[in-house]
Each structure stands twice: as C-alpha cells, then as structure tokens.
C-alpha cells in the first residue's frame, strides 16, 4: 500500500530564516506530486505540482520554492520566511495523468512564523 | 477562475439526523469533484471522487452527487455518528493537475 509521509510535523521560525519542508511516498513509482498550503480562514491554495523529477510548476508567485531530486521526494524551501507563509502545509500524490485521479494527502506540515 | 463555495461554513445536529452538505462551483467545465474530510490539525482523507460524466457516488453512509450542468455537488450523511464531526472539503477538479477547494463545512454531531 501507499504511505505518505511529511517532517517535521511542526515548525516555528523567525521572520528572515530559512526553510525546508520534506515530503516522501512511499509504495508508488512516478507519482504527480503537490504542495498546498491552507491559511487561518482560506481555502487551500495550490503552491506547486511536479509530474517527474527535476519537473516543477508554480501556481502562484511567491517566496517560495520547490524541488524534487528523487522520484518520490518533494521538497518546499524558502530562503527567506516571511510572517504571511505561516499555515498549514500539505503534500498531496496521485497515479498517472492527475487529470480524473483521486488525490491523497500527507499529515501536513504547521508552520508559524514570528 | 474557477470558485468553490460551501454552504454553511457550520452545522451541528443531533446524532442520528440524517444531513445534507452543498458545494456549488462557478465553471461547469470540470473532469471530477472530490469530496474530503479533515480533522483538525490533520491531512486531509479523499471520501467519494465524482467523475465528470458521473452522476453520483456512494460509500457506507455516504452519497455525493453531481449536477454539473447547474454546478452542485451535495454529500449526503446517513445517520450520522460523533465519528462524524470534522470539516468536510469540496474540490473541483478542472485543467490537468489542479484542484479548487471550497473554505469547508465544518460539522458537529452531538451525542
């Protein structure tokens, strides 16, 4: 079976420091992987997707980025946080084309800045 | 631009009554929609993915169905359980990759 996995759990950082948030699957090949971050009040927002290794696309402008070394490794980043990237940071996968597939979401990320 | 709304943003009811939850988008040129639960300070767990040619789905004492023409979506909860209690998400699947959520309806069920 699937497992989806996500660290740390919780984070809370200063205002100007970095970041890096880890996102692993476990039992697939190739997934569509997703970074999305839900907001005190908001929808979640779509960050960025990435079809395959080395592959990212961005969905909003922001401060921050994203890679993806490993076939099933999705890593958030920033160089600079900023006090409005405080929120709730979730990894999503799915099989194949996305398009029509169901999304599967990992335990998240909360992340406050000071 | 694709907008997902959920109405209401609360409801509590009994445990036993049997409770309807809405979703409305404003594009009806979508491939699927998914509805979600999340409890809080947790991920979120896929219930029912309605594909666009779909009228309707079910499981266990879920049913989600799909108007698109009129852009609805209701989730149906039979008999509902505390269990049930936490926010339940709506999301819209149009373009290849991306998902568009409603802000949720979070339920409570009381004993």
């Known amino acids: 079976s699937q497992t989806i996995h996500q660290w740390p759990a919780t984070l809370v950082q200063p205002v100007g420091s970095p970041l890096s948030l880890e996102c692993t699957v476990e039992?697939?090949?190739?997934?569509?992987l997703y970074w999305y971050r839900q907001a005190a009040g908001r929808g979640l927002q779509l960050l960025f997707y990435s079809v395959g290794i080395g592959q990212i696309s961005s969905e909003v402008p922001q401060n921050l980025s994203a890679s993806r070394p490993q076939d099933r490794q999705f890593i958030l980043s920033s160089k600079k946080l900023l006090l409005s990237d405080s929120g709730f940071y979730l990894c999503a996968w799915t099989y194949g084309s996305g398009a029509g597939e169901t999304q599967y979401f990992g335990p998240g990320t909360r992340l406050l800045v000071l | 631009k694709q907008e997902v709304t959920q109405i209401p943003a609360a409801l509590s009811v009994p445990e036993g009554e049997n409770l309807v939850l809405n979703c409305s988008f404003t594009?009806?040129?979508?491939?699927?929609l998914q509805w979600f639960r999340q409890d809080p300070g947790k991920g979120l767990t896929s219930l029912l993915l309605?594909?666009?040619?779909?009228r309707e789905q079910t499981s266990g004492r879920l049913n989600a169905s799909l108007d698109k023409s009129s852009g609805r979506s209701t989730l149906y909860i039979a008999a509902s359980q505390p269990g049930d209690s936490a926010t339940y998400l709506c999301?819209?699947?149009?373009?290849?990759?991306?998902?568009?959520f409603g802000k949720g309806t979070k339920l409570s069920v009381i004993p």
């Open positions: 039992g697939t090949s190739n997934p569509n």
């Open positions: 309605i594909q666009s040619s779909q």
């Open positions: 594009d009806s040129a979508i491939y699927n």
């Open positions: 999301a819209v699947g149009a373009g290849s990759y991306q998902l568009t």
